[in-house]
């Protein structure tokens, strides 16, 4: 798995486990001050797993949610 990969399924997990007042684009941005990219490099990570159908209005798809689950599954192991 590559660091693309490994971060996008992070930035699953984070909207997954984000508050209901948080939108998108505040997840982005702590993932930012967790330091994992930039902002232009999250907001264009944002749109590729819009485009994948993961993220659509302001939610994870039902893939999405099984994609997040299998990444929170993994990183506790």
Do not use: W
Not at 36 to 43: A, E
Not at 45 to 56: I, T
Request: net charge negative; proline share 0%.
């Amino acid at each position: 798995m590559n660091e693309e990969d490994i971060n996008k399924r992070v930035f699953l997990l984070a909207i997954l486990k984000k508050e209901s007042s948080e939108t998108l684009l505040d997840v982005t941005k702590s993932l930012v001050n967790a330091g994992m990219f930039d902002l232009k490099d999250g907001k264009k990570l944002l749109g590729d797993l819009k485009k994948l159908g993961y993220v659509a209005n302001e939610q994870l798809t039902f893939t999405g949610i099984a994609i997040a689950q299998e990444a929170e599954k993994e990183f506790k192991q």
